[in-house]
């Protein structure tokens, strides 16, 4: 783990779906029944090509630019009800590797956000399933942006929230566009590859278990890196 030379504050910036946990399966059952329940079918390569962005983009993408605000928010909030309900139902589990860097990053002193394109509700929920709130000095979900991923204002809406600069931030994503987003927002970026398997990121690991020590030192440039 790293102590910061410069003495500058350094984020953590999180991804949810895919990076903190792997609940895509439940996701797509719940895309898979709220539009059943209208009519309207869908494939599980468009929920794959699509997962991690937001409904509204999702479902405009499924019926056009102008498919109405309150459709996209009534199948939205169907879906996103029924996918609360499994959580519940069927619980869910951090990624392996996740607890560790929580942790680590937490002693070494960095700030932590989590930053998803899922609505707050669907956040505060996984949060509290997996008892993880306490990591976290800030929350960007869905309401907070107007703009999806890869538009960078995710995470510089929660670099602000921290008070933590841009180019002190590392970001961690599973998904193209987020990482895409994350550079963006002039950001280095770690890809857990547990959705996608290519990731133009500047690290790229299976899972976090295999993230090196000194990961976060070598993107942020710091000259003294301790080992654990």
């Known amino acids: 783990m790293m102590s910061d030379t410069h003495n500058l504050p350094s984020a953590a910036l999180w991804d949810m779906d895919g990076t903190l946990l792997d609940s895509a399966e439940y996701h797509w059952h719940a895309w898979r029944d709220a539009l059943a329940a209208e009519g309207h079918p869908v494939t599980h390569d468009y929920f ?44 869910v589990a951090l990624l392996p590797g996740v607890r560790m860097w929580l942790e680590r990053l937490r002693d ?46 995710v995470f510089l809406l929660a670099a602000e929230r921290l008070g933590v600069a841009p180019e002190r931030c590392v970001v961690l994503e599973d998904a193209p566009a987020g990482v895409e987003a994350a550079k963006r927002a002039g950001m280095r ?34 000259n003294r890196v301790k080992r654990i």
Do not use: C, M, W
């Open 189 to 222: 970026v770690i890809g857990v590859r547990s959705s996608h398997g290519v990731l133009p990121a500047d690290i790229t690991v299976d899972t976090l278990e295999s993230l090196p020590d000194d990961a976060f030192a070598q993107l942020l440039n710091v």
């Open 108 to 153: 070494a002193g960095f700030q932590q956000a989590v930053a998803s394109a899922a609505p707050r509700a669907n956040v505060d929920a996984i949060i509290t399933a997996l008892d993880i709130g306490s990591f976290f000095g800030a929350i960007t979900s869905a309401e907070d942006v107007t703009r999806g991923k890869p538009d960078p204002q």
């Open 48 to 91: 794959i090509a699509t997962f991690g962005q937001r409904n509204d983009t999702i479902l405009r993408g499924l019926f056009g630019e102008d498919f109405a605000d309150a459709d996209v928010a009534h199948i939205g909030d169907a879906k996103e009800l029924l996918y609360r309900q499994l959580v519940a139902e069927r619980g």
